[in-house]
């Protein structure tokens, strides 16, 4: 069955520096989609960064780059130059493509807090 | 463009009593999905619609349903009310990224319900 685990409920990061938060997922399906959401306080989740399952290269937007290593089935979202702003929930999430929806399984997530 | 929009914000009810959330997609979208955020469970899947037509259902009672409009607006309905159904209701809708071809889902703010 899919499953998406995030084993690190919180997590502290000094302003300006990186910080790597952990996603392993587990599917049987070849075909996926990977995906980090941030959650503020005020609750709406914001899409961060997408990785496809087929897809050789790490992607990036911007400060966010999501590293991916499909043998380990690990998809770790890297934050560089940390800002104040960024301290939220953090979300990952899978899609199997051969479920022919857009029913997303989420990890219980990372509470990012960044310091000044 | 118009995001999602999910009324009403914050709700109180109690035990018994039904609630029906509203959800109105970004224009254009025609998929809908309904997710449950709670601190024990975290995101869970409730339903997918698509073009009027329930696609997915996640392992929620019977008390928990949802229909979408020719609109592709989408209400939940949860009908008598228990203390657990307390939760962040979150609505989304899905658009592809025109540069990775993924199915990226665009929540709203969410409505948040109270029993008591």
């Known amino acids: 069955a899919q499953k998406i685990t995030q084993t690190q409920p919180g997590m502290f990061v000094q302003e300006k520096e990186a910080v790597t938060l952990d996603c392993t997922y587990d599917t049987s399906d070849p075909s996926y989609g990977l995906f980090w959401y941030k959650q503020p306080s005020s609750g709406e989740m914001i899409f961060l960064i997408y990785?496809?399952?087929?897809?050789?290269q790490n992607a990036t937007e911007g400060r966010y780059s999501l590293n991916f290593q499909k043998a380990r089935k690990s998809a770790n979202l890297v934050i560089s130059a940390s800002q104040l702003g960024d301290s939220a929930m953090y979300f990952c999430a899978m899609r199997e493509a051969s479920s022919g929806t857009y029913k997303y399984i989420f990890g219980t997530g990372t509470r990012l807090k960044v310091l000044a | 463009k118009a995001g999602v929009t999910q009324t009403p914000r914050y709700l109180i009810k109690t035990r018994g009593q039904q609630v029906t959330l509203s959800c109105s997609p970004i224009?254009?979208?025609?998929?809908v999905s309904w997710y449950q955020q709670t601190p024990g469970q975290g995101l869970q899947f409730l339903f997918e619609?698509?073009?009027?037509?329930?696609?997915n259902k996640g392992n929620f009672p019977g008390r928990f349903s949802g229909r979408q409009f020719s609109n592709s607006r989408s209400e939940m309905n949860v009908s008598t009310l228990e203390l657990g159904d307390s939760a962040l209701y979150l609505c989304a809708s899905s658009w592809t990224d025109r540069v990775s071809g993924a199915n990226v889902l665009t929540f709203g703010a969410g409505s948040r319900l109270t029993v008591l």
């Open positions: 990785q496809g399952s087929y897809d050789q």
């Open positions: 224009s254009g979208h025609r998929s």
């Open positions: 619609y698509f073009s009027e037509t329930q696609r």
